[in-house]
């Protein structure tokens, strides 16, 4: 993997401002991913978006990690079930205008 | 603006205490925080109203004027200094003049062109609002990545829209929502497609469908045609004894699949049978002579 495509921890902890225990929180639970490279630990940059997500849920709601699991699960499948709803919207009007 | 009560915003109580408050707060924050309801605008529009009011009633100073001035709490201080200089004028010209809140309201609206100022004392840092959007664009214009400068805030921003985008999908654009509050980070822009579809093809993800008339003696005995695809023409070859809605698929030859540079999905053609009408006499003479050898 190439280094671009990963963002230290250390600076991202520092950037928003959250523990590296944190991080290292999330990565038990299996929320997110480690690279580690050169002894230094990293997280995808494509992870970031989720990351984030897990920081506000954390720190804005006060959701626990065992919350974050949960939520974070429901909210796979809650996306999962709106892109079929959407999926089936533009079926139904393929049949629709038929 | 119509006036809104924060207590009820909350479903608290004006005697709610500063923990009542705090827990309605999270309570609500928890079911419409835009995290925990993607794509869902309702709770979106819900979650600003009980941010602003916890911004009010979570801080004591602003709560008190909120209470003492409903919905002008923003303007108290101003209205404080008019009612006192009006009480001056009052005693000075000795007259006893009955002024109603009415008529603070009209000199407020014109201190501050009817506007809402903006409120001090937060000390939290918070991420600026999501702003959504939508675009609307022909089926043909998301057939090749197509560029489009939009302006959010005075700012043009110049975005490349992926091939193969679906009808109703959302795009994110990060930080180009609101801006944050107190070093907070920006909002993101969600950008939500309308395809329109004028053209004889049907969408179906990546798959195209369409309907292609056939003339009966090439239905019969076969040829070749030509026939119309997305982005041009392709030359078909019909088989001999060729049913009526029998449907063929041309592979590759659909919609520019998303986000997968060069691979298309497949064009199905059903075959619509168009037999002659108007027939001469030589013709009807024919058909009937092949209606007898079967």
Known sequence: ????????????????????TFIDALQEYELIEIVVSDNV??????????????????????INLEGLDAVYNLLQRLESLQDEVRTLNNKLRLYEDL | MAFIDYYKTLGISKTASDKDIKKAYRKLARKYHPDLNPNDK??????????????????PENRKKFDAYGEHWQNAEAFEQA???????????????????KDFEDIFGNMFGGQASGRG??????????????????????????????????????????AGVENGQTIKIKGHGGKGVNGGPNGDLYIQFSIQNHSKFKRDKDNLYTTVELDLY????????????????VKLTIKPETQ???????????????????QFGDLYITYQLKTPTHLTEKEKELFTQLQKLR
């Open chain 1, 1 to 20: 993997m190439e280094v671009t495509d990963l963002i230290s921890i250390k600076t991202f902890c520092t950037h928003y401002d959250v523990p590296d």
């Open chain 1, 41 to 62: 630990n990293y997280i995808k940059t494509t992870q970031i978006n989720e990351v984030e997500k897990m920081i506000r849920l954390h720190f804005e709601l006060n």
């Open chain 2, 42 to 59: 309702d709770a979106e529009k819900k979650f600003k109203a009980i941010n602003e009011a916890n911004e009010v009633l979570s801080n």
């Open chain 2, 83 to 101: 009612k006192q200089q009006q009480q001056q004028q009052r005693a000075y010209q000795g007259q006893a003049g009955n002024y109603s809140e």
């Open chain 2, 121 to 162: 004392g937060r000390e939290v840092r918070f991420r600026g609002q999501d702003f959504n959007a939508e675009l609307q664009l022909a089926l043909k214009e998301v057939y090749q990545p197509h560029k489009r400068t939009l302006t959010v805030n005075n700012k043009n921003i110049r975005i490349t829209i992926p």
């Open chain 2, 218 to 233: 090439t239905a019969m005995l076969g040829g070749d045609m030509m026939v119309d695809t997305f982005n041009g023409k």
């Open chain 2, 244 to 262: 009526n809605g029998l449907k063929v698929k041309l592979k590759g030859k659909g919609f520019p699949k998303y986000k997968k540079e060069g």
